[in-house]
C-alpha cells in the first residue's frame, strides 16, 4: 500500500509519521498541552517547595542562634507555621471592623507569646524579629500549599481548566514567593526593608527630639516643622513592628480635642511596571495598607473633626517591600521631607497642628 | 564583617532524572559505536542512520542535564549585600561598611574617629546593580 504515490519508502514513512503526528494532536492535542503546564506547575512547586524548606530552616537557625531554646524548636516551629485566622462573620457587617481588629490583636499576642516560648533569651526587639522572620515563613508555606492543592486537584481531575488557571497566575505567585523568601534573611538579620519607606522618614523627623508611647506599639514626638506643630507617629522600633497607627493618629486627634490643620500620611506603595523604584508621589486618602482596620479608623477619625488628609508615597514593588531596602528607596526619603513640607506649607497656617504618620515596617529603624 | 552573605543551595539534582539521563547517555554511546561498526562492515545507510539516532540522544541528553543544573542554580535564596552608612554629625565625618547584625538607623555608635562626638548609623541599604528593562516604552 502507498500513502504518498510514486515516491520511495523514506517518503512514505515520513508521511506515515506526518498522519500519525496530525492525528495524534486532533484527539489529544488538549491532553498534551495540559501535561506540559502540569510540568510547568510541577517545576515551580518544586521550586516553591525548596523555598519553603529553606524559610523554616532559617528560621529554626534563627531562633536557635538568638533565643537560646533548651529544647529544638523545630516542633513549634511547625506548629507555627500551619497556624490561621479566621475573619469574621460579614453577613451583618455592621461592626466587623472592630471584630477584625479584635481577632488581630488576639492573634498578634498569640504568636508573640509562641516566639517567646521558642527563643526565651530574645529581647522584644529580637521577639518582633523572629515574628516576623516566622510570618515569612509561615506565609511561603501556605503559598507552597495552595499551589499544591490546585495542582493535585488538576492532575486528579485531569482538568485543563484548574491546571491553565494555576499556570496563568503562576508568574505572579512566584514573584509574591521569592519577595518573601528575601524577606527572611532581611527580617532574620534585623536589616530595614523597602516597606520601611514611611517610618524611615517619621525618624529623620523626630530624630533627637523626644519620643512618647502610643497605643499600640507607636511613638510619637512633637516636633516645629516650618512654624508648624507636627507630631510624628510611626511604629516603635527598631523591631519588626507596624503598630497600629489608626489607634495613634486618633490618640492624637483626641489629645487635641479635633484641633489638626492636616493629616499627612507616608507609606511605600506599590509602583506600576514601568515606573522608578523611590518615586514619589502625592494624592489624598489615608495611606495605609494592610487589612483595613487602621485605615477605617483614621478615616472615621478624621470625617469626625473634617481634618484634610494628605498622602506621600514611595513607589516600590511587591519584591523591593519585604526585601532589604533597595538605595533608591533610602535616598527618596529627603525628597519625601521636601513635599512634605511643601504640603504643609500650603495647606497649613503658621502655628497650626499637624500630624505626620510613617506607616510601614519598622524593622531595623530607630527613631 | 557580617554573615549575611551566605547563600544556600540544593545539593544535588533529582536521581530518576539522573537516571534516566545516564541511560540515554549509554545508549547514544552503542548507537554510536554500532555506527561505526555498521559503516566498517559496508553498511552506510544504517551507519547513518544510527549516527543521526546517537548524536539526537546525546543532545537531548546533554540538554536535560543542562536545564536542571540551570534549575537547581536558579534555587538560591541570595542574600544581598546590605551596607550600613555611619555618620558623626558634629563633624560630618561618613563611612560605609557591609551591614552587622544589630546594625539599625539612628543607633548610636562608638566616638568618632575625628572629633570624638558620637557616630550614628543614618542609613541601611541594599544597591541593585542591574537596570530594570524598560521594553523600550
Known amino acids: 500500500m502507498s500513502f504518498v504515490p510514486g515516491s520511495d519508502a523514506i517518503s512514505q514513512i515520513i508521511s506515515i509519521v506526518f498522519y500519525g503526528v496530525f492525528i495524534v494532536f486532533i484527539f489529544y492535542g488538549q491532553r498534551i498541552q495540559m501535561y506540559v503546564m502540569i510540568r510547568e506547575v510541577e517545576g515551580s512547586l518544586f521550586k516553591l517547595k525548596y523555598i519553603k524548606e529553606e524559610g523554616r530552616k532559617i528560621a529554626i537557625e534563627t531562633i536557635k542562634e538568638i533565643g537560646k531554646p533548651q529544647t529544638d524548636p523545630s516542633t513549634r516551629v511547625d506548629r507555627y507555621l500551619e497556624y490561621f485566622t479566621i475573619s469574621p462573620q460579614s453577613m451583618d457587617p455592621a461592626g466587623i471592623v472592630y471584630k477584625l481588629d479584635h481577632i488581630l490583636d488576639v492573634r498578634d499576642t498569640r504568636l508573640k507569646d509562641e516566639v517567646k516560648i521558642m527563643a526565651p533569651a530574645s529581647d522584644e526587639v529580637q521577639v518582633n524579629n523572629l515574628e516576623n522572620t516566622l510570618e515569612a515563613a509561615m506565609a511561603l508555606n501556605f503559598i507552597y500549599k495552595v499551589v499544591r492543592h490546585y495542582y493535585i486537584q488538576g492532575k486528579k481531575t485531569l482538568s485543563l481548566y484548574i491546571i491553565m488557571q494555576l499556570q496563568m497566575i503562576l508568574p505572579l505567585v512566584m514573584k509574591e514567593a521569592e519577595a518573601y523568601a528575601s524577606a527572611l534573611k532581611a527580617f532574620a538579620y534585623g536589616q530595614p526593608i523597602g516597606d520601611g519607606a514611611g517610618p524611615l522618614v517619621a525618624a529623620k523627623l523626630m530624630h533627637g527630639y523626644e519620643t512618647r508611647k502610643l497605643p499600640k506599639d507607636c511613638v510619637v514626638a512633637s516636633v516645629p516643622i516650618e512654624g508648624r506643630n507636627a507630631f510624628i507617629i510611626k511604629a516603635e522600633g527598631p523591631g519588626g513592628n507596624v503598630g497600629k497607627p489608626g489607634d495613634a493618629v486618633k490618640a492624637v486627634i483626641e489629645e487635641n480635642e479635633g484641633k489638626i490643620a492636616s493629616v499627612i500620611m507616608i507609606d511605600a506603595g506599590l509602583k506600576l511596571e514601568g515606573e522608578t523604584v523611590g518615586e514619589v508621589a502625592e494624592g489624598i486618602g489615608a495611606a495605609i495598607g494592610g487589612p483595613g482596620v487602621d485605615q477605617f479608623k483614621i478615616e472615621d477619625a478624621v470625617v469626625e473633626y473634617h481634618i484634610p488628609i494628605n498622602a506621600v508615597i514611595v513607589k516600590e514593588d511587591i519584591g523591593d517591600a519585604v526585601s532589604p531596602m533597595r538605595k533608591e528607596i533610602a535616598d527618596s526619603a529627603d525628597k519625601v521631607i521636601d513635599r512634605v513640607k511643601n504640603v504643609i506649607l500650603e495647606r497649613t497656617k503658621e502655628g497650626d497642628n499637624v500630624i505626620i504618620v510613617g506607616v510601614g515596617n519598622t524593622i531595623g529603624i530607630g527613631q | ?137
Not at chain 2, 74 to 96: D, L, N
Request: include cysteine; glycine fraction near 6%; aromatic fraction near 10%.
Open chain 2, 1 to 137: 564583617m557580617s554573615d549575611t552573605s551566605q547563600s544556600s543551595a540544593p545539593t544535588k539534582m533529582s536521581t530518576y532524572l539522573l537516571m534516566i539521563v545516564l541511560i540515554v547517555l549509554a545508549l547514544s554511546i552503542v548507537s554510536l559505536i554500532f555506527s561505526v561498526s555498521a559503516f566498517v562492515e559496508g553498511n552506510e545507510l544504517v551507519a547513518g542512520y544510527l549516527l543521526v539516532i546517537g548524536f539526537i540522544a546525546m543532545g537531548l541528553a546533554g540538554y536535560v542535564l543542562f536545564q536542571s543544573r540551570k534549575r537547581v542554580a536558579s534555587m538560591k535564596i541570595e542574600a544581598p549585600k546590605v551596607m550600613t552608612t555611619v555618620e558623626c554629625r558634629k563633624c560630618g565625618f561618613k563611612s560605609i561598611r557591609e551591614f552587622q547584625r544589630g546594625d539599625f538607623v539612628f543607633k548610636d555608635l562608638n566616638p568618632c574617629q575625628k572629633c570624638d562626638d558620637t557616630m550614628i548609623i543614618t542609613g541601611i541599604y541594599k544597591e541593585v546593580k542591574e537596570k530594570e528593562k524598560t521594553y523600550g516604552v
